[in-house]
């Protein structure tokens, strides 16, 4: 993505875009990290083409959360990424609990429990020969910076899923690496937003065709935490749900929420830019579907392949609230099988199981418009604010059944858009340090609400069947807390 920043102007060109296709190998699901920095390489070659040599004022990465490379000490990449999706993790948080009791772990991580946190992976990864010959971990954005630049660091709001990091002093939570036999000396040293790092190798410029020097500047490197500055709100009484593969439905914060409260909802305090706190839970989010359509093409073969449009208006014409699941249940992370999953849940909740993809996609909207609405009414009460509108940004927000189905869940107007906000996100804290545009997140958001294209839905519909289908899980819902 090329972005074009000035004080009045934003606009985001897509140069570039390329698959990324996880490979299980000896049965563990690995990231193929290579073809990903290839496709940076070639996106930069394109973006050089783009601005046809007058050249990158900055270079921000953004990636998924919590996963990280190993490296040697002379820096080479010592085993390929391990997927947060692969199962390795199973039965690790119990040993963590044994060292660390989960309420102490939240009063100093403010995280929720996810089974793929980083430090469920490493003491997964604890005796492995990889881990044994680190000399470095560098998490996923960090890895793809350093072999751009050739400098390490640990950038600050996707460290803080690691759950190694303190969200009152945004540093490192020592006392729980001890207690968890975690090496903090693997990590290289914080960076925040906005901190220079480092600038692009000559073999890059000479591979891409970019002129020095091309500064490469730290962003919020968590894409959900670019996403966030991405959202377009002109009032501080938002709430925000970021939808893509992954719904993370909360409140930005100025301070962490630590209580017991906040444990048992399994609500996360993830550290935002400028000081915010991502105040969240985490949930499915579309992944369902995706997988869904996985599971149908591979049944019908390549020449029946899922036509998504007409999927989604014959989704609308369904019965509404036919078959609800609850779309924070970890059940759903693993790749395969994702209708059969859904089949069971509905049956094991006493609801008619969905007969058709139809049905079935259906039940998944109408499912993630209840878990918005539980995580975005759960976040009010746990941190005593009041919202008066929801922002949807990510490519949910180019789902308008979701976006409508969420407006009329939560009785709030929804403001869908921009679909690219963690691309925007990124770009507008990299022109912010190089003096493009200044201000805080409400000028930018000020500057993303007068630029994007954005769609309002207002609530319609009976609000009490909401309900109804919320009580239809009742204590079957799970946070997916670690009790
Ligand atoms: C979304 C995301 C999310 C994390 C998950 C691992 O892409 O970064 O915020 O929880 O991936």
Known sequence: MVGEVARDRLTLHEVHRFPNQPTRVLGTLHWNVLSLYQGVLDGLGAAAAHTRGSGLTSVGI??????????????????????????????????????????????????????????????????????AAAHRLLLIPDLIAYWLTGEAGTELTNASTTQLIDPRTRDWARPVAKALGIDLTLFPP?????????????????????????????????????AVVGVPATTPDFA????GTW????????????????????FTNELGVDGTVRYLRNIMGLWMLQECVRSWDARGGLASRTDLTALLREAAEATPLRSVVDAGDPAFIA???MPDRIADACRRTGQPVPRTPAETTRCVLDSLALAHRRAIE??????????????????????????????DACGLPVVAGPAEAAALGNVLVQARTAGSVSGGLAELRTLLHSTQPLRQYEPT???????????????????GQAT
Not at 109 to 124: E, K, R, S, V
Not at 240 to 243: E, F, L
Not at 390 to 395: A, E
């Open 62 to 131: 953004d990636t998924w959360a919590v996963d990280y490379g190993l490296l040697a000490a002379d820096g080479t990449l010592l085993a390929n990424p391990v997927h947060y999706r692969d199962t390795r993790t199973t039965g690790t948080a119990e040993r963590a609990a044994a060292a660390l009791p989960p309420p102490a772990l939240y009063a100093a991580t403010g995280l929720q429990h996810l089974p793929f946190n980083t430090i469920y992976q490493l003491m997964a990864a604890q005796g492995t020969p990889a881990l």
């Open 190 to 226: 914080l960076r925040r937003p906005g901190d220079p790092a480092g600038t692009l190798r000559q073999d890059v410029l000479a591979e891409t065709g970019l002129t020095a020097p091309t500064p490469v500047t730290a962003v919020g490197s968590h894409d959900t935490a670019s």
């Open 240 to 243: 925000y749900i970021a939808t």
């Open 247 to 266: 719904s993370l439905a909360g409140l930005e914060l100025d301070a962490p929420v630590l209580t017991e409260a906040s444990r048992a909802a399994n």
């Open 335 to 337: 790749p395969h099988d």
């Open 378 to 407: 759960d976040a009010q009460r746990l941190s005593g604010r009041t919202v008066g509108v929801v922002h949807i940004v990510g490519g949910g927000a180019r789902n308008e059944l979701l976006c409508r189905l969420t407006a």
């Open 461 to 479: 519909g009976d609000h009490s069947a909401w309900d109804r289908a919320a009580a239809r899980l009742g204590d079957a819902q799970v946070t």
